[in-house]
């Protein structure tokens, strides 16, 4: 459309008077290739990029802090005093080391580490991670301005490696605040400050790598980056542009223990929610449910007669929020107090973020279809699991059935196998190599509790259950399978050969 415009308005011009007409073409050239250059221009121009950190590096410092602790470490040195002869002039040197039994006494000494932390309140709140701070005997906090102050735990969460600190002092000190982490995209420029390997208050630039990473915890929400991230750098802040903390720098992944731009800091949605129940309480108040769950698999949710594999299959109800609420076992959590429900992990959080003593509405399918329970949620940290008692049933001899050798449990079997008394179901006493359940990662040990979402006691259920599997068209069959404590469900395929 622009170079038909150029053309028509050329075309106009032209009949009139020559030399006008030319040089007027020559100013319509001229400007579409202006025109042409802006337009190429404008991707670069519109990335936003900073020509410097400065003044962002300025404006948090301030509030960005060294961390040094202090841990007395006991010396248990046991040694046979040496024998000296009477009236050596080394005697009254041993005897000042060595107690009358003739053992070395232990003389303790100070362990220093160094970590970094933010200030997030004027009264002196500062986070930091805590494995900077565990164990310490004495903590201080040094400032941008040299400013120096001994500080005292407020509380701590080894779950998410977050920890709370208080100082005081008689004026205001400078602080930062949280920021919305769930807004950051990969890409995003964000810089890191901190105290790496002593050399404090540096300041490091990377973008996002990924978002929504998880490494060993529960509660996991990592942002990636490759800012620079070094030992002692663990609880500072990483900021975004607009100076706000959208993460805690807590771990690397590296071969050598240097950086290799692949580092790690705690969300700032899930830090804030943290650090907020710290300072109100001292510790941590999560939502409790009282489930035990497993992602749903593509088999598994055939088996169920789910169109997509999501959710959270629901192995295990404690005595609890969920039974209470009407939870059962292999019911699949699609929402979860309003929300949709991606997978355990993301439950896992939900449930967590969403308060105590609240009352929830829980979608869950079961039995083919959307049921509504409503949950009120306990406290996690005040949790204790309880077991049901029944009868233990008649045992009948080992059969093959999908490619495994199962048996009925006895009551010898139970208390060989530390199970709880009444736990019924078949134990697993043989895997046929190549089968399907050697696939699945079934092993002699196992239990199997229950077969269809049907709990089975006999040889004869568990056979009922499969032929039911199959004349309901399944090409698979949902097994409970527990493996000490952790309770799981297994698809096997139902295209296996028994043998009889």
Do not use: C
Not at 356 to 369: A, C, I, L, S
Not at 374 to 391: F, I, K, W
């Amino acid at each position: 459309m622009q170079l038909e415009t150029n053309r028509v308005s050329r075309a106009a011009v032209i009949a009139p008077r020559p030399m006008a007409a030319q040089a007027q073409v020559w100013a319509a050239l001229l400007a579409l290739l202006a025109l042409l250059a802006a337009a190429t221009a404008w991707p670069v121009n519109a990335q936003d990029r900073p020509g410097s950190f400065a003044d962002l590096a300025e404006e948090v410092s301030p509030a960005v802090v060294n961390i040094t602790t202090s841990t007395t470490v006991s010396a248990e040195m046991e040694r046979e005093m040496p024998r000296l002869p009477d009236g050596s002039p080394f005697q009254d040197f041993f005897n000042e080391f060595f107690d009358r039994d003739g053992q070395m006494q232990p003389r303790p000494r100070q362990s220093q580490s160094l970590g970094s932390g933010f200030v997030i309140s004027e009264d002196g709140y500062i986070v930091t991670n805590n494995h900077v701070i565990e164990g310490a005997d004495e903590i201080d906090v040094e400032f941008f301005s040299g400013l120096t102050l001994s500080a005292e735990i407020v509380g701590t969460d080894p779950a998410t490696d977050l920890a709370l600190l208080k100082v005081e002092h008689d004026e205001g000190l400078p602080f930062v605040e949280f920021g919305d982490s769930e807004a950051m995209r990969v890409g995003d420029w964000v810089i890191a400050v901190g105290n790496p390997l002593g050399q404090g208050f540096s300041v490091s630039a990377g973008i996002v790598s990924a978002r929504g990473r998880a490494l060993q915890g529960n509660y996991d929400d990592y942002i990636q980056t490759d800012a620079a991230i070094n030992r002692g750098n663990s609880g500072g802040p990483l900021f975004n542009m607009d100076g706000d903390v959208i993460g805690v720098n807590t771990a690397i992944l590296s071969p050598t223990g240097g950086s290799i731009g692949i580092g790690f800091a705690m969300s700032a949605t899930v830090a804030e929610q943290v650090i907020g129940q710290l300072q109100e309480y001292g510790t941590t108040r999560r939502g409790w449910l009282g489930v035990r769950i497993q992602d749903v698999t593509a088999d598994v949710a055939d088996a169920l007669g789910l169109e997509d594999a999501r959710g959270a299959l629901v192995t295990e109800v404690m005595d609890g929020p969920a039974r209470e609420g009407g939870v059962l076992s292999g019911d699949v959590i699609l929402r979860f107090d309003g929300g949709e429900v991606s997978d355990t992990r993301d439950l896992v959080r939900r449930v967590a973020d969403a308060g105590v003593g609240r009352d929830v509405d829980v979608v869950v399918f079961r039995d083919g279809d959307r049921e509504t329970v409503s949950v009120t949620l306990g406290l996690r940290e005040e949790a204790t699991e309880s077991a049901d008692n029944g009868e233990p049933e008649t045992p009948a001899q080992p059969e093959d059935v999908l490619g495994m050798e199962l048996a009925e449990l006895t009551d010898v079997m139970r208390e060989e196998m530390a199970l709880p008394p009444g736990t019924n179901g078949l134990v697993v006493r043989a895997i046929e190599p190549g089968s399907d359940a050697d696939e699945k990662g079934m092993r002699a040990g196992d239990v199997i509790t229950e077969a269809g979402q049907t709990p089975v006691a006999t040889l004869d259920e568990f056979r009922d259950r499969v032929e039911a599997a199959r004349d309901a068209g399944r090409r698979t069959v949902l097994l409970m399978v527990r493996r000490g404590d952790d309770p799981r469900f297994v698809a096997l395929s139902l295209e296996e050969n028994d043998e009889e």
